[in-house]
């Protein structure tokens, strides 16, 4: 079993930033991918970026594109979402997700919920305007 932990979710002024955290433990894996997810008000969980423990491949939904960054600490076991120029719209409940599975190219692949095994709990990031 895998167990992640997101931190890092605040208040904050629209074109701010924040860092946000994902700590996994217990049976962790040195292969697959951890993604990000948000869920906004009103709206249901979409997908926001992913990167393969192996290789650091990154995949980003166009909303975010060039304004968030995923990265990863293997020997810390934690994934990162720096998020830059945040917009009102950027608020929601910010999830990670694991998945032992390697796919080459698996850009689509690891946008779907599906897609991935473990899940935290989440963390709530507010951008005012």
């Known amino acids: 079993q895998v167990q992640l932990v997101e931190s890092g979710g605040a208040l904050v002024q629209a074109g701010g930033s924040l860092r946000l955290s994902c700590a996994a433990s217990?049976?962790?894996?040195?292969?697959?991918?951890v993604g990000w997810f948000r869920q906004q008000p009103g709206k249901e969980r979409e997908f926001v970026a992913a990167?393969?423990?192996?290789?650091?491949?990154?995949v980003y939904t166009d909303s975010v594109q060039g304004r968030f960054t995923i990265s990863r600490d293997n020997a810390k076991n934690t994934i990162y979402l720096q998020m830059n120029s945040l917009k009102p719209e950027d608020t929601g409940v910010y999830y990670c997700?694991?998945?032992?599975?390697?796919?080459?190219?698996?850009?689509?692949?690891?946008?779907?919920?599906?897609?991935?095994?473990?899940w935290g709990q989440g963390t709530q990031v507010t951008v005012s305007s």
């Open positions: 997700a694991a998945t032992p599975i390697l796919v080459t190219y698996g850009g689509s692949y690891y946008s779907r919920e599906e897609s991935y095994d473990y």
């Open positions: 217990g049976r962790t894996f040195s292969s697959g991918a």
């Open positions: 990167i393969t423990w192996s290789f650091s491949s990154t």
